[in-house]
């Protein structure tokens, strides 16, 4: 992720707390917020996006509402270098619950994939 956003947990939990959010996310702004790209103190914003500072602090309180609203996610705010404002999203137990679900059931998928494309591959060796 960007350096403006954190997310907390295992690997299988950090990309599903990317998706949920990501999913949450309205538009390109909210959207690079969850990326990491923007900052969540607006300071990332530049040229004319600055001069309408107060619209973009609407959309990212609009964001963090969705975020906390959402049973799967917990949302924080920790504090960079020099008290940079870096948005912290983790996993309720019912989120890791879902992540882990979706998990193994990708993984068994993957896993029958692979089995089959193993099978036909020995098949055609004439070895059965």
Do not use: P
């Not at 690079?32 to 996006?49: E, M, P, Q, W």
């Not at 020099?82 to 993984?107: F, P």
């Amino acid at each position: 992720m960007g350096q403006w956003t954190n997310y907390l947990g295992s690997r299988i939990e950090q990309k599903f707390a990317l998706s949920v959010a990501w999913e949450l996310a309205k538009g390109s702004y909210q959207k690079n917020i969850v990326r990491g790209v923007d900052s969540l103190s607006g300071s990332t914003l530049t040229g004319k996006a600055r001069q309408y500072g107060g619209t973009y602090a609407a959309s990212r309180s609009s964001l963090l509402q969705r975020l906390a609203a959402d049973e799967r996610l917990t949302v924080g705010e920790e504090r960079g270098e020099r008290g940079a404002r870096i948005l912290a999203i983790g996993l309720t137990d019912k989120g890791r619950r879902l992540a882990y679900e979706a998990s193994v059931a990708l993984s068994y998928e993957q896993w029958a994939a692979w089995s089959e494309m193993s099978s036909a591959r020995i098949g055609e060796r004439g070895v059965l």
